[in-house]
């Protein structure tokens, strides 16, 4: 798999063409609230360090399967 680059620049690019009167995604965020706050999010979209979050992932604190709720 080829190595993929993330830099500051690029991500922020994105962030300020996105078209504003576009729907939102499925995570039900709206375009310009992306768009609105692109330096506030910059850091966290830029995120190249792949093992940290592997390593944190891995280390989080995690349901078990048998405690789950059956309806809320």
Do not use: Y
């Amino acid at each position: 798999m080829p190595k993929i680059e993330i830099d500051r620049k690029g991500v922020l690019k994105l962030l300020q063409n996105l078209k504003v009167d576009k729907a939102a995604g499925p995570d039900m965020i709206r375009p310009i609230v992306l768009k609105e706050l692109r330096h506030e999010i910059l850091d966290l979209a830029s995120v190249t360090d792949f093992s940290k979050i592997l390593r944190l992932w891995s280390t989080s604190i995690r349901l078990d399967e048998g405690k789950r709720l059956s309806s809320i």
